[in-house]
């Protein structure tokens, strides 16, 4: 994934409608609303992908140097709990993103994604497999599921074959 940078200025109105209903979200479940989970949240916000805990920590120890790994990690579930973020896995890595019913890039409907291991861009995918998989499991019960297609994105393709 590549390195991820705080942007200081300011938001755009999309990323500050983002950071914003997350903050919402941890007030009205019990969080305390700090600096430091407000940059968290503008770094999802800014860059809508996914991101791992330490490109995230990366990102903040200039700010904040004190600021164990730890803190980072544990912002990130507590995120996770509380639906503010979703999280997928990665070559043993755990990776973050928005949650698709906060970012409004979902139309809240039933869709997958495309994750680009390059940059960490997340495409929707609107196809699913499972009508083929309950017709191949018949007498199970299916309680969840989860379909991710990882790869290169046009971008990060074109960059990497130039």
């Known amino acids: 994934m590549k390195e991820v940078i705080l942007n200081d200025g300011q938001l755009s109105p999309e990323a500050e409608e983002l950071v914003n209903e997350g903050l919402k979200v941890l007030k009205n479940t019990g969080f305390k609303i700090t600096k430091k989970r407000r940059e968290i949240l503008s770094l999802f916000a800014e860059n809508q992908q996914y991101l791992s805990a330490l490109a995230i920590h990366k990102a903040l120890e200039a700010k904040y140097p004190t600021m164990s790994y730890n803190t980072t990690y544990r912002n990130l579930y507590d995120f996770v709990e509380v639906g503010i973020l979703e999280t ?73 074959e130039t």
Do not use: W
């Not at 070559?91 to 994604?113: G, I, K, M, P, V």
């Not at 309680?143 to 790869?151: N, P």
């Open 88 to 160: 997928t896995e990665y070559q043993q890595e755990q990776l973050f993103r928005y949650n698709c019913h906060l970012s409004h890039d979902s139309s809240h409907h039933h869709h997958h994604h495309f994750i680009c291991t390059n940059c960490g861009k997340t495409i929707l995918l609107d196809a699913c497999p499972m009508q083929q998989v309950t017709t191949d499991l018949s007498g199970v019960e299916i309680q969840s599921h989860r379909f991710e297609v990882f790869g290169l994105c046009a971008e990060c393709k074109n960059e990497i």
